[in-house]
């Protein structure tokens, strides 16, 4: 992938411009800057990046010009990574299985904060310098997120209780930890682990000093923007009703929200066949769409002609297919576009800065994807002068 230096104005503008053959990723570091800030006004506590969702240099340096120096890394290269954005970035290890290799490559970064879920895990960090904080993390059969992390980490309660008490006989930080699951829409889930949290941590009659409540924050999806103000709220409330006066320090770390509004992706239209009903990309689930796949399709997409005009007209339900020779290549059913959409139009995704980069492959030699800088994401009227 290329990064283009250049600042444009929108994505119609450097589209009407440059005409890319190839799928076009945009980033307004303004959008990203802006939602670190709301994380950090809003949440109350220590805001971290899971640095999964993207871990492009850019993203990472714009996150720290926005005041985020702490990042949730799941491995040595996103060590690396951060590290580069910023030498004296906080690492908080929260990849519960890990490699004894792995271990000792934490421990020369000096990662601050593990977690564990197994008492095994918990062995293989004897190495561990005892000032480090170790949090235990557990799951609970919490509805309300597109899909549950439980089934993978995370130990029982009463497993928690034991865990707990001998990283307290350790001599390490004592905390605790969770993940209500990703795209996250009911504050619920959070009051409910909360609760368990302050119920595990007096059943093992240890006083944590932090509670992460995890990722999970939404992004939008739909048009309608996700309120996480109010997951703020219920955080806060909820802790504040479970543990009293005696509340731990608070932690969030989120990925798919924090970086998700900052990206959208331009995607060029090959092909329509079947009366227009039927529709080759340039790019599909082996590329920036794989989330699309899993998550299933957005609402926020616009098509926009190759002079940076927004199509209008009647919404029509399409087959998409990418680029590739895959028969699996194929969106989910249904997604909508005007009937006026053409051959070498770019369909606009919105909201896809989360998981797009990350998880994009080469596979058929389609995976170039350049990432330029525009100031904003919205405009689709561009003017050539």
Known sequence: MQNHSALWRNPANHLCRTTPDQPVLYLSPRVLQDT??????????????????????????????AGITTFDVASPAEMA?????????????????RSVAEIAAGIEMGVASWSVDEAGELDKLADVPPEAEIAVRFALPVKGAAYDFGDKFGATPDQAVELLRRVTRLGHVPALCFHPGTQCEDAGAWDSYI????????????????LNVGGGFAANRTGAAPDLEV???????????AFGTDAPQLICEPGRAMVAESFTLAARIKALRAGGRTVFLNDGIYGRLTDLRDMGLTRRVDVVCPAGCLRSGHAVSRVIYGPTCDSLDRLPD????????????YVLFHGMGAYSVAMGTAFNGYGACDVVTVDLLSGHHATVS
């Open 36 to 65: 670190a800030l709301r994380f950090r006004r809003g949440f109350g506590g220590l805001v971290t990046y899971a640095v999964k969702a993207n871990d492009r240099a850019e993203v990472l340096a714009n996150l720290v010009a």
């Open 81 to 97: 990574a951060v590290r580069a954005a910023c030498p004296q970035a906080v690492l908080h290890y929260n990849n519960p299985v």
């Open 195 to 210: 609760r368990e949290a302050a119920r595990i941590a007096e059943r093992a009659g240890v006083r944590i000093a932090r």
């Open 231 to 241: 997951v703020f709220d219920a955080i806060h409330w909820a802790v504040r009703d």
């Open 334 to 345: 249904g997604l909508e576009l005007p009937d006026t959409s053409a051959a070498g139009d």
